[in-house]
């Protein structure tokens, strides 16, 4: 790197620490630790845990939380997310997949990092009683997607104040429909994240202390895939079985067998999950009915896996169901509920994200996790571009115990807002101050986002 390259990123270094804090800053040339870029995200969650921001954050959280919308519906939630980016003077495109917001603050010009945050609530009932409850029946924000939005507008506001500094463009992506409508593939498919160069993401885990991430590099969370399957045989009285083709008795064994697949065709050492989770068949104590609907999901850690037990579950149900004389089909709801790939995390990023969060909390509460086998549509950007998603933790023994997501007693600790946010805003300010002179970009080929 030239003599002028650096003297502008550590220029660029200075006025940042100097809006951060009006003390004098002294640093020297060196190492990110001695050049300042490791205190940017110290005195970022120091900005963030402001009164003023952390009462603004709590106070759009509420409102979301208040009007939950599922995917693909998420209209006042992308109203909202609109008007507060208008407050701020930042630009965006929209409608993007439908309900989605792609938000742009800085150069407008390459590098490109994004910060991306999923909108969508759950088809649940709250069952916590408190002020700002659900309004809409049946629909709740159980998994702190309210959470991850603030947090990201948490960010803008911050990165929005040091927009100056930015050498690049933080892309703020506000995303419908991540609970299995596959949202973040729609995001792709619209080409806002063509020049991209790195994104990362967030979710909230209430079983891990408020102040604490925890992720790890590779594979951290399952691909996953839905099924649903008709077995259909010959209905007749419950006495008289031997005039009847019982599809209850197939799907039985059907259910039995799609266990072995992981039991006994998968290698132990490969994690694999199939589960039946829908079971519906019959209304009367006595009628052998015409056929049978199951349904579940199979989660595997790698695409040659999951390919694998997605064509040996059709095989066994649609086998199987032929043992009891029974014919079967199996819908694997592709289009409703579009697979997700596993979510693996870059190594090069990993590394990054655990310097920033190590200097932001301290290296002994920056954790690495084990693998997980919920999913997350954050894997689709990942096939795609560099990508790191982090787990935030928010539990407060003193606040008593937090249900796990997508419980209808599930609740947000708000304290955790301005770790989200602080963290959002020093992953991507720090990425372009610390690789942007490091990545090439092709002359006369920039794209002007804004």
């Known amino acids: 790197m030239g003599g002028a390259t650096s003297f502008s990123k550590w220029v660029s270094v200075v006025f940042v620490l100097h809006l951060l804090n009006p003390c004098p800053v002294r640093f020297s040339h060196g190492s990110s630790s001695s050049n300042g870029l490791s205190d940017i995200p110290k005195k970022l969650l120091n900005f963030a845990k402001r009164q003023e921001l952390v009462d603004w954050m709590i106070g759009i959280r ?10 693909y519906q ?30 742009f603050i800085g150069t407008g010009e390459p590098p490109f ?24 029946p049946g629909k709740m924000h159980a998994c702190g997607h309210d959470g991850h939005v ?12 040091h927009r100056k ?31 991209v160069n790195a994104i990362f993401g967030l979710h909230v885990d209430p079983n891990l202390p408020i102040g604490e991430v925890a992720s790890r590099p590779g594979p951290l969370l399952a691909g996953s895939g839905f099924f649903e399957a008709v077995i259909g045989g010959k209905g007749g009285h419950a006495a008289i079985p031997q005039h009847s083709i019982d599809p209850i008795l197939a799907a039985s064994n059907v259910i039995v067998s799609l266990q072995h697949l992981v039991s006994r065709e998968a290698d132990p ?54 043992v009891q004389r029974c014919s079967a089909t199996v819908d694997f709801l592709a289009k409703e509920k579009p697979f997700f790939p596993p979510t693996i995390n870059n190594n090069d990023l990993h590394k990054y994200f655990q310097t920033v969060a190590g200097d932001m909390l301290d290296t002994q509460k920056v954790k690495v996790m084990a693998p997980v ?48 946010a602080a963290l959002h805003a020093s992953l991507a300010l720090r990425y372009l101050l610390e690789f942007g002179p490091k990545i090439s970009l092709p002359e006369g080929n920039h794209r002007d986002e804004l």
């Not at 603030?150 to 104040?161: P, R, S």
């Not at 796990?404 to 600790?413: E, G």
């Open 150 to 161: 603030t947090m990201l507008l948490g960010a803008a506001k911050i990165l929005q104040e």
């Open 373 to 420: 086998m919920g999913s997350e549509d954050f894997s689709f950007y990942q096939e795609v571009m560099p990508g790191y998603f982090f787990f935030l933790g928010m539990k407060n023994e003193t606040l008593g115990k937090v249900e796990s997501i997508h419980s209808p007693y599930f609740t947000l600790n708000e304290d955790a807002l301005p770790y989200g």
């Open 269 to 322: 050492l490969d994690s694999q999950v199939v589960t039946v989770a829908k079971f519906q068949g019959g209304g009367a104590f006595n009628v052998i009915p015409d056929s049978v609907l199951i349904g579940g999901t199979f989660r595997a850690f790698s695409k040659e896996s999951f390919t694998q037990l997605k064509q040996r579950i059709e095989e066994v149900i649609i086998g199987q169901a032929a």
């Open 62 to 71: 509420r409102k979301i939380h208040q009007n939950p919308e599922l995917g």
């Open 165 to 195: 500094e930015l050498k690049g463009t933080v892309v703020l992506v506000f995303q419908p429909a991540e609970e299995g409508g596959g949202g973040a593939h729609k995001v792709l498919e619209a080409g806002v994240l063509e020049k």
């Open 113 to 136: 990092v994004a910060l991306r945050a999923d909108m969508d609530s759950l088809p649940l009932q709250e069952m916590v009683e408190w002020e700002y409850k659900s309004k809409i």
């Open 74 to 103: 998420e209209f006042e939630t992308s109203q909202l997310i609109r008007s507060e980016l208008d407050k701020m003077g930042i630009k965006y495109k929209h409608p993007v997949a439908v309900t989605g917001v792609v938000g």
